[in-house]
């Protein structure tokens, strides 16, 4: 069983950057491949991105191509999502999960972090 934590999150300008952080305990998050995820109030949560466990690959919605990039760092047993040039639609709350096979669908993670709340407002 792995525990996640997310931080990072809070209150943007249209425009600006926030770089999320997901913190490991209870097993090596090298074992898992990784992903960001979000939920809007009245929406499904959705697939933001996501890391292949070695860091070697990874893959991003096509509405947060080009705006977000995930990245880890093993060695501190945390992955990050770094997140520019913010809308007021991307304002919404961001889990990281984890999950023993390579997926972009919510349904293949196991294990949840509680969630970060991005706004983005000016």
């Known amino acids: 069983q792995v525990q996640l934590v997310e931080s990072g999150g809070g209150l943007v300008q249209p425009g600006g950057s926030l770089r999320l952080a997901c913190v490991g305990s209870?097993?090596?998050?090298?074992?898992?491949?990784m992903g960001w995820f979000r939920q809007s109030p009245g929406k499904e949560r959705e697939f933001v991105g996501a890391i292949h466990w070695d860091g070697r690959s990874t893959a991003y919605a096509e509405a947060m191509q080009g705006r977000v990039t995930v990245s880890r760092d093993n060695t501190k047993n945390s992955i990050f999502l770094q997140m520019e040039s913010l809308k007021p639609e991307d304002t919404a709350v961001y889990y990281c999960?984890?999950?023993?096979?390579?997926?972009?669908?919510?349904?293949?993670?196991?294990?949840w972090g509680q969630g970060t709340q991005v706004t983005v407002s000016s």
């Open positions: 999960a984890a999950a023993s096979a390579w997926s972009l669908r919510r349904y293949d993670y196991a294990f």
């Open positions: 209870g097993r090596a998050l090298s074992q898992y491949n």
